[in-house]
């Protein structure tokens, strides 16, 4: 993947001014509450300069082309690839988590690939891929650039799938779930 649509300082939605001047974030029910500088338990999600930003807008952990059938997917285009990628970052804190070294990754520069949402759904189409998963961590914590991967992946007429536990809250729920409902989440 090359650079492109990359940005480190994406305008991050759901988030509110508290009046003690720190930014809760609205995203998920951790509700974290960040002074200037500070990072959410998800570690994406930054106060910057009095306004929430997401900081792996366009980056990614890494890709791999995958046979449909290693997801928990029941008849989901049997015999397809999938395209599957990550970011960085969770908002779970799971103990047994196999991807720990991922979703409690500190080091986004030396881990991240780049990749715009276009150029996802353009590799997984030169791919022949016909799904493209968001797994790895949870992409709810990176949902501006879920949702905008997902409609261009539509676009394309590629299927997506979101491998997600929902600890999101209803309004961001609202925008997030109907991104996915031509194809599938788990
Ligand atoms: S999405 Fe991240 S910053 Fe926002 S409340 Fe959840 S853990 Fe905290």
Redesign the pocket.
Known sequence: MTAGGVNAHFPARYWHALDDGRLQ????????K?HEGQ????F??KCEQGRMVLTTYGRSSGFCVDPIEKKPLNHFYPGSSVLSFGTAGC?LACRFCQNWDISKSREFDRLCDQASPEQIAASAARLGSASVAFTYNDP??FLEYAVDTATACHARGIKTVAVTAGYVHGKAREDFFPAWMPSTWI
């Open positions: 974030c609205d995203l998920c029910p951790r509700n974290c960040l990072r959410g338990l998800c994406v999600r908002n709810v914590i």
